[in-house]
């Protein structure tokens, strides 16, 4: 079977993302139980490069494959020979010498799990490279969605807020969420807006003028050095708050805000909306987990269906 | 209507027969655990779990109480998946997926009748073994098939067998069962090539 790697949301068909998101919940069962392992990754290594921080992404892969019996080792750029300025390529082949299974890297710079990819043998999982794509947290997403909002996400409408332009949470996602027949509509300063970003089938809007026909809300974090002079994307943290700011004034009952994290409070997402046990933040987090088992397990065993005849080993 | 039966099968387990074999097994599991309080019925998907459901019914008509019941997916247990290269997997048999464990009853000192429907190498039985166990601590842990077709490749015997069928490595056993496949039967599937 020739490896498979997760890089970018195109890499998967809609039934693959299916039976992902199937596979995820039948972990959920061994998440709840006493002993919340299974052998089934037992001897495999998963190898977690981190040259960007994380805590959620790190902490969860580090656990799924834990959770799946792997073995697993974390490099991250701080302390490791990255310092001493050896290369993507060069790491490659050093770890390709432990013979890993899985490498999950997050990076920087977009395009760099291909670099990786072409220079080992390991099946390669992107943890999010630079503003490219981010796929393992849209299938969280999608996971949490159908938890909470049931299996059929078909029509339902998807307001995604915030820095557009930086985000590959917001690439990855657009992309899931159409694949499940969602509504997608971006909302933001002009200023972090791609442009030509309608051609992914989303409608653009600048304010949250209609934002009470979304069902779902999808906060995008501000990194403050965008308001930065000489950044040029915001005259200020306060201004954005003011115009762009999801706040309980701006919702209705109903509606569902998630947010990739980490989450700032008083700029992008109000203190009272992020604490409110109505939005799915704290559920996205608990999926990431099972989602990452899910991912880990069929990147090992492959996606192809098939049901189980009368008779198996 | 469904076409002629084709000519590579044979049927060792006729629709009127099947339902004497499992009311045989459910006799046999009742005599050899007389009065156990901790007596639950356990099948393995996708097959096993239909034939549990059966076996279990039997149980409270004929032991006049009602026992536990659960079934187990041993997906995350398969020794074909953590092995590279692994031998001896039967390549027609690709990853489904997985169906949900449920075992609503304290395993701990329990008496466990594993239900499957072939018994062939027994490596699915070896995987189920190590799943309950992950649940708990069961007093034993006893095996019911429709089928043994031999060829073991561990340490596995059943303690309640519907039918003994010898066959040959290349011939495959299909159960089919009304819930799953529209109708009750045995058959040998012998391989075309021959």
Same mark, same amino acid.
């Given at each position: 079977?020739?490896?498979?790697?997760?890089?970018?949301?195109?890499?998967?068909?809609?039934?693959?993302?299916? &039976?992902?998101?199937?596979?995820?919940?039948?972990?959920?069962?061994?998440?709840?139980?006493?002993?919340?392992?299974?052998?089934? &990754?037992?001897?495999?290594?998963?190898?977690?490069?981190?040259?960007?921080?994380?805590?959620?992404?790190? =902490?969860?892969?580090?656990?799924?494959?834990?959770?799946?019996?792997?073995?697993?080792?974390? &490099?991250?750029?701080?302390? =490791?020979?990255?310092?001493?300025?050896?290369?993507?390529?060069?790491?490659?082949?050093?770890?390709?010498?432990? @013979?890993?299974? %899985?490498?999950? /890297?997050?990076?920087?710079?977009?395009?760099?799990?291909?670099?990786?990819?072409?220079?080992?043998?390991? @099946?390669?999982?992107?943890?999010?490279d630079g503003k490219h794509q981010h796929p393992t947290q849209c299938l969280l997403d999608l996971f949490s969605l159908r938890q909470n909002l049931g299996r059929d996400l078909d029509g339902l409408k998807v307001f995604i807020i915030g820095d557009v332009l930086h985000s590959r949470v917001a690439r990855s996602d657009i992309m899931g969420f159409k694949m499940l027949g969602m509504e997608v509509t971006l909302v933001g300063p002009p200023t972090m807006m791609p442009r030509g970003i309608e051609a992914?089938?989303?409608?653009?809007?600048?304010?949250?003028?209609?934002?009470?026909?979304?069902?779902?809300?999808?906060? &995008?974090?501000?990194?403050?050095?965008?308001?930065?002079?000489?950044?040029?994307?915001?005259?200020?943290?306060?201004?954005?708050?003011?115009?762009?700011?999801? @706040?309980?004034?701006?919702?209705?009952?109903?509606?569902?805000? /998630?947010?990739?994290?980490?989450?700032?409070?008083?700029?992008? %997402?109000?203190?009272?909306?992020?604490?409110?046990d109505e939005n799915l933040i704290a559920h996205q987090v608990f999926s990431g987990l099972a989602v990452r088992m899910a991912i880990l397990y069929r990147t090992i065993v492959g996606y192809s269906d098939g049901t189980a005849s009368g008779e198996v080993v | 209507m469904p076409g002629p039966r084709p000519a590579n099968e044979v049927v060792v387990l006729t629709a009127e027969q099947m339902p004497r074999t499992i009311t045989r097994i459910a006799h046999e599991i009742l005599e050899k655990n007389p009065? +156990? *309080? !901790?007596?639950?019925?356990?099948?393995?998907?996708?097959?096993?779990?239909?034939?549990?459901?059966?076996?279990?019914?039997?149980?409270?008509?004929?032991?006049?109480?009602?026992?536990?019941?659960?079934?187990?997916?041993?997906?995350?247990?398969?020794?074909?998946?953590?092995?590279?290269?692994?031998?001896?997997?039967?390549?027609?048999?690709?990853?489904?997926?997985?169906? +949900?464990? +449920?075992?609503?009853?304290?395993?701990?000192?329990?008496?466990?009748?594993?239900?499957?429907?072939?018994?062939?190498?027994?490596?699915?039985?070896? *995987?189920?073994?190590?799943?309950?166990?992950?649940?708990?601590?069961?007093? *034993?842990?006893?095996?019911?098939?429709?089928?043994?077709?031999?060829?073991?490749?561990?340490?596995?015997?059943?303690?309640?067998?519907? !039918?003994?069928?010898?066959? *040959?490595? !290349?011939?495959?056993?299909?159960?089919?069962?009304?819930?799953? +496949?529209? !109708?009750?039967?045995?058959?040998?599937?012998?391989?075309?090539?021959?």
């Amino acid at each position: 079977m020739p490896k498979r790697d997760l890089i970018s949301m195109e890499d998967l068909s809609r039934a693959d993302v299916e &039976l992902l998101l199937d596979t995820a919940e039948s972990f959920l069962p061994v998440l709840e139980r006493d002993i919340k392992k299974v052998p089934t &990754l037992r001897g495999r290594t998963v190898v977690n490069l981190f040259w960007e921080a994380s805590t959620r992404t790190s =902490s969860s892969f580090d656990l799924a494959a834990k959770r799946l019996s792997a073995d697993t080792l974390a &490099l991250k750029a701080g302390g =490791s020979a990255v310092e001493k300025g050896e290369t993507l390529k060069d790491t490659a082949i050093t770890l390709s010498a432990y @013979s890993p299974d %899985i490498i999950v /890297m997050r990076h920087p710079s977009a395009g760099a799990c291909q670099t990786l990819s072409a220079n080992t043998e390991a @099946s390669v999982i992107n943890a999010g490279d630079g503003k490219h794509q981010h796929p393992t947290q849209c299938l969280l997403d999608l996971f949490s969605l159908r938890q909470n909002l049931g299996r059929d996400l078909d029509g339902l409408k998807v307001f995604i807020i915030g820095d557009v332009l930086h985000s590959r949470v917001a690439r990855s996602d657009i992309m899931g969420f159409k694949m499940l027949g969602m509504e997608v509509t971006l909302v933001g300063p002009p200023t972090m807006m791609p442009r030509g970003i309608e051609a992914m089938g989303v409608t653009v809007e600048y304010d949250l003028a209609n934002l009470k026909d979304a069902d779902v809300i999808y906060v &995008l974090g501000i990194q403050k050095e965008r308001a930065h002079s000489g950044a040029d994307f915001l005259p200020s943290l306060r201004e954005y708050s003011r115009l762009w700011g999801v @706040s309980r004034a701006r919702l209705r009952p109903g509606q569902r805000v /998630m947010h990739p994290g980490p989450i700032d409070r008083g700029v992008e %997402i109000a203190a009272d909306v992020a604490d409110d046990d109505e939005n799915l933040i704290a559920h996205q987090v608990f999926s990431g987990l099972a989602v990452r088992m899910a991912i880990l397990y069929r990147t090992i065993v492959g996606y192809s269906d098939g049901t189980a005849s009368g008779e198996v080993v | 209507m469904p076409g002629p039966r084709p000519a590579n099968e044979v049927v060792v387990l006729t629709a009127e027969q099947m339902p004497r074999t499992i009311t045989r097994i459910a006799h046999e599991i009742l005599e050899k655990n007389p009065g +156990d *309080a !901790k007596l639950a019925v356990v099948g393995i998907h996708t097959r096993g779990a239909f034939l549990a459901v059966r076996i279990h019914k039997l149980l409270g008509e004929v032991g006049g109480r009602q026992y536990d019941k659960g079934d187990l997916d041993i997906s995350f247990y398969r020794d074909d998946v953590a092995a590279r290269g692994a031998v001896g997997v039967i390549p027609h048999t690709p990853h489904p997926v997985v169906k +949900d464990t +449920d075992l609503p009853f304290d395993i701990d000192g329990a008496t466990v009748v594993l239900v499957d429907d072939v018994l062939y190498t027994g490596r699915t039985i070896r *995987a189920a073994v190590d799943a309950l166990f992950d649940y708990g601590r069961p007093a *034993a842990v006893q095996l019911a098939v429709l089928v043994d077709r031999g060829h073991r490749e561990l340490p596995i015997r059943p303690d309640y067998v519907g !039918k003994n069928l010898p066959t *040959a490595p !290349k011939e495959r056993i299909s159960v089919r069962l009304e819930e799953c +496949d529209g !109708k009750d039967e045995v058959v040998l599937v012998r391989s075309k090539e021959g």
